[in-house]
Each structure stands twice: as structure tokens, then as C-alpha cells.
DNA sequence: CTGAATCCTTGTCGATACTG
DNA sequence: CAGTATCGACAAGGATTCAG
């Protein structure tokens, strides 16, 4: 674990964004909750194909770096939500760049 | 091999861009070859850390994906130079918004 | 429902040696 | 110089089980 904290920051800004989001877990589950907070278990269904140990593992990590926020209400059933932080809704930009150049190469394959 | 290849793409635009350049080298790679055509061993002393089979796989791939171009000189000593195809080249502004992103972040740090 | 803990499979990567 | 081939180490991830 840790491979987010901050010890001793690449000095090129684009490996620091690699190491907070570049990973295909962490850049879906930046995706899903661009839209909106969501519950555990509605991010572990959106995401198909992950499991809830590396579900698990992802989001306590992106907590530590301080993209997103977690809340817990006592209750029975459990509930928890994740939300993205302010500067985890700083990677919209990130994520919208991705999202248009993989639209534009789309567009160019042949059907 | 062969993650790239394009028999069914993803739904998702930001999918697609995970797969062709979601990875730590192939983004680092990119960022090299934005700045100029580069050689082989030039490539590989620049990303330091990598080994020449890694970075031999993530070429081809990225060729096979068509983000690079791939030049062989017949000589001796063999001279190979990579270089950005067009579609690669776009892919400058994914990397701008990855860069900018992370210079951000690492004025927030708490030096 | 959320998530901790185990086990175990898989593939990615590094090191090394060898070739045109 | 620019690869290919092989091997082994290691970590990421999947499946399953158990708990609050």
C-alpha cells in the first residue's frame, strides 16, 4: 500500500499525476464518481469486473492521496459513501481530455 | 501482447484511452517522444529504470495501435527512430491536461 | 452492506545471455 | 546498436470465507 503518500514526489508532474490516477481502476472510479457520490456497492457494480478487495484497497488510497472523501453513517445496515474531494474534481479536466481523444480515435477505426 | 488490438472496443472513450496509453511507460514514453523523434537507446537511458525488453514490448504495441512510427535505417550499427504518428501526436493534449494537473497538485503540497 | 483476511493464479517486469 | 529468448521474482488481482 502507500504507493500514493507523498515522500518524495517525482520531479516530472506528469508521474505524479500517474501515480495518483494512472491506473484503470483508479481513472473508472474517478469517472464514476464525476457524476456523483456513490454507495460501496453501487461502485462495485458499475465497475464491472472488479473485486471488492481491490475495490477496497483503491478507495482507501485515493482517500490517503485526498481525492476523495469517505462517509460513513452508524446504521444497520452499514452504509458508506465516496465522494470525490475538490481536488479529485480537479481531474475532471484529466478525465475529460481522455474521454474526448478516445471519442476522436473512435471515430477512426474501421468499423 | 496484443492489448491494444482493436477487435472490441470498449464502449466507454476513456477506456479506450486507458488502453492505449493507461500505463505508466507507454505515458512516459509519450512524453519523450512529444518533444522530439528519439532512437532507441536514446529512449531507453531517457526513462530511466526501464528495461529494453519492457520498452520493447510498449513500442510495438504502441506501433501495432498506431501511435508510433517505427524507422530502421540499414546499417551497421543498426539505427532505429521512433517518432509520433499523428494520432499519437494528439494525444498532446491528454498529456498537457496530466501535466498540468500535476504541477497543481504539487503546489499543494505541504513542502 | 461493507469490508478484513487468506490463499492462489496470473502476468508483468528485471536480469542475463546471445544474435545480426 | 537494437533487438530476441529465457528464466525467475514479485506484486496485482480474483475467489472465497468470515465478521461487524
Given at each position: ?54 475495490l477496497t484497497q483503491h ?35 484529466v478525465h475529460d481530455a481522455m ?13
Amino acid at each position: 500500500m502507500n504507493e500514493n503518500v507523498i515522500k518524495t514526489l517525482p520531479k516530472c508532474p506528469v508521474e505524479i499525476t500517474l501515480m495518483l490516477m494512472g491506473d484503470k481502476w483508479k481513472t473508472l472510479i474517478i469517472r464514476d464518481l464525476l457524476k456523483e457520490t456513490k454507495r460501496f456497492g453501487e461502485l462495485k457494480k458499475s465497475l464491472t469486473g472488479i473485486s471488492q478487495k481491490v475495490l477496497t484497497q483503491h478507495l482507501r488510497s485515493m482517500e490517503e492521496s485526498g481525492l476523495v472523501n469517505r462517509k460513513v453513517y452508524a446504521q444497520i445496515p452499514p452504509k458508506v459513501e465516496y465522494s470525490l474531494t475538490e481536488i479529485g474534481k480537479s481531474l475532471s479536466v484529466v478525465h475529460d481530455a481522455m474521454y474526448k481523444w478516445g471519442d476522436e480515435y473512435k471515430k477512426m477505426q474501421p468499423s
